[in-house]
């Protein structure tokens, strides 16, 4: 259902007043205080049983690179089936990858590769589920309190990150690391129970879903025409490669740095979580006062200041100081960017750019990993965090060329319904390709003006599905203007109209305002026809229309 532009968010805990928000949220952190508990052990596991720098920084790089190979599909799916299945499904996987992990710690048949498999099997779980999760958000909150729910996602998460790596490291040095694994596994239970118990309401499309390669398409080409989601992208790609070296390398800091062991990498973990968690609860009086682009280059500053403290220290308290001003700006960071994505993106295809934005800035995340294990190895310890620190600050400085834009005013909201124009074929849904050409007549006096529109309306007509789109001008009749684009199918064309945004429509109106004449543009929809009986080799191929 459309909703109206949103209003002041009523505070930073609004969104907790919703029921369903609120359960899968509070399970959210079990999970996660589970999850924590168990990248200490792996962590700490790897450093413990192989001397080499870059495997330990490829534990990070597993986790997070299968949401770069399948967040794509994840977010086709998500946008054409039940949200709230694929978040069981992927709650399911990262739940028997925990159980078999732990069984296989339990009989002592570990290595540093089956340290990688696994944590490559936990992160496509979290492929799935996150995108799911992140779509349902918008779902389940109002808009005007979509920024409060984002921001919670991530403050609930370094809630536990504040005292989850400090509770691991007590548990591993006096358990050791099964009995860490066997919490993990036990973590999964509740979001489990709860997103099975849990209902919302969903929008749901009187299309049938699209096949997967279209619904890919689709996303893709929303994406790339979209510049506040490509922005965001670019950037989050950027800030996750510079700024992962933090927890990349924080076990090498600890071990040969530090010379301390497993209890203080929990208290320094710790201490990352408990600085995103202060910056969470002041995340919204800072959007107040500072825009989007002005809060990412702070946290850009303040990971860029943690990286250089720690290359420079060989003391806790102030490994400690610097990781809390390290996961001050990494929430602020992450959760600014997704917050964007969301702003920019209808509900039909949240799920997909949700996806894609995860997939870039996640093999950011895990090229990271890998490059700043690489850098260690071939340099030193204090030279990669040393280089970590200028990659940040230069991420603050391409804000000059790439600014994030706020677009929380922005109505992304879709029509209810759409009325199919009456035609007099039997056309069927996958009838096509189908051919759209609107006229107008433009005043000479307006032509700028004019042209100024049909520049924001190809970018909009292509977000929405349209291709092949041309404008031309008549060369006898100067004042008549034609727009073309076409649809692979007369269901494609449905579901072009069921895109369309508040804005969308708006840009319409001012267009039909500009047209000389007492009715609207016409628009005339003709189908693609052959004229020539189809060979045999042409039977099958994909151009071929047919009704």
């Avoid at 596994?185 to 509740?190: C, K, Q, Y």
């Avoid at 050409?437 to 003006?449: F, L, P, S």
């Avoid at 001012?510 to 009986?533: D, F, Q, W, Y």
Wanted: charged share 15%.
């Amino acid at each position: 259902m459309g909703k109206q532009k949103p209003l002041a968010s009523a505070g930073p805990f609004a969104p907790l007043k919703n029921v369903t928000f609120r359960a899968i949220w509070l399970a959210g952190l079990i999970s996660g205080l589970g999850w924590l508990i168990q990248t200490i052990a792996m962590g700490w596991l790897m450093a413990t049983i192989t001397p080499s720098s870059v495997m330990v920084a490829l534990v990070q790089a597993a986790t997070n690179l299968p949401a770069f190979i399948l967040s794509i599909f994840a977010g086709a799916i998500v946008d054409n089936f039940n949200r709230r299945k694929v978040m069981l499904m992927a709650r399911s996987l990262m739940a028997v990858t925990a159980a078999a992990l732990t069984i296989l710690v339990a009989v002592g048949m570990i290595n540093p590769w089956i340290i990688l498999f696994f944590s490559f099997l936990a992160g496509c779980g979290i492929a799935f589920n996150d995108p799911a999760w992140q779509a349902s958000v918008g779902d389940i909150v109002d808009r005007k309190d979509l920024a409060a729910a984002v921001t919670l996602t991530s403050v609930g998460f370094n809630t536990v990150r504040s005292v989850g790596p400090a509770l691991g490291g007590i548990i591993l040095a006096s358990f050791g690391p099964l009995t860490a694994f066997c919490l993990y596994t036990l973590g999964h239970l509740a979001p489990l129970i709860v997103v099975w118990r849990s209902r919302w309401k969903v929008p749901v499309s009187r299309l049938p879903p699209e096949a997967m390669l279209t619904a890919i398409s689709d996303g893709i080409r929303f994406t790339s025409l979209s510049s506040e989601i490509k922005t965001a992208v670019t950037r989050g790609f950027l800030f996750g490669l510079a700024g992962i070296a933090i927890l990349a390398l924080l076990p090498l800091v600890v071990r040969d740095q530090l010379k301390q062991g497993a209890v203080a990498y929990g208290v320094l973990m710790a201490g990352f979580g408990g600085g995103a968690l202060l910056a969470g609860l002041a995340s919204t009086a800072l959007r107040r006062k500072l825009s989007d682009e002005q809060l990412l280059k702070l946290a850009c500053v303040a990971c860029a200041t943690c990286t250089l403290c720690l290359s420079l220290t060989a003391t806790a308290a102030v490994a400690a100081v610097a990781l809390m001003l390290g996961g001050a700006g990494w929430v602020l960071g992450w959760s600014g960017l997704s917050i964007s994505v969301q702003w920019a993106s209808p509900r039909w295809v949240v799920g997909r750019t949700i996806s894609l934005y995860y997939a870039l800035t996640s093999f950011g995340l895990a090229i990271g990993s890998w490059l700043w294990g690489m850098v260690t190895e071939s340099y030193s310890l204090s030279f990669a965090l040393q280089a970590s620190t200028v990659a940040s600050l230069g991420v603050a400085i391409l804000g000059l060329l790439l600014p994030i834009h706020q677009r929380k005013d922005a109505d992304v909201s879709t029509p209810d319904s759409f009325e199919a124009p009456a035609v007099n074929l039997d056309l069927k849904p996958r009838s096509g390709p189908i051919a759209v050409k609107i006229e107008y007549r433009i005043a000479a006096d307006q032509i700028e003006t004019f042209l100024g529109l049909m520049l924001q309306r190809r970018r909009a007509q292509g977000r929405n599905g349209a291709r092949r789109w041309i404008l031309m001008r008549n060369l006898r009749d100067t004042a008549v203007w034609t727009e073309t684009f076409r649809t692979p199918t007369w269901n494609d064309y449905l579901r072009f109209n069921y895109r369309q945004t508040a804005a969308d429509r708006a840009l319409n109106a001012r267009l039909v305002e500009l047209h000389m004449g007492h009715a609207a543009p016409e628009i005339a929809l003709s189908i693609e026809r052959p004229t020539a009986a189809p060979r045999k080799a042409d039977v099958f191929r994909p151009e071929t229309p047919h009704t």
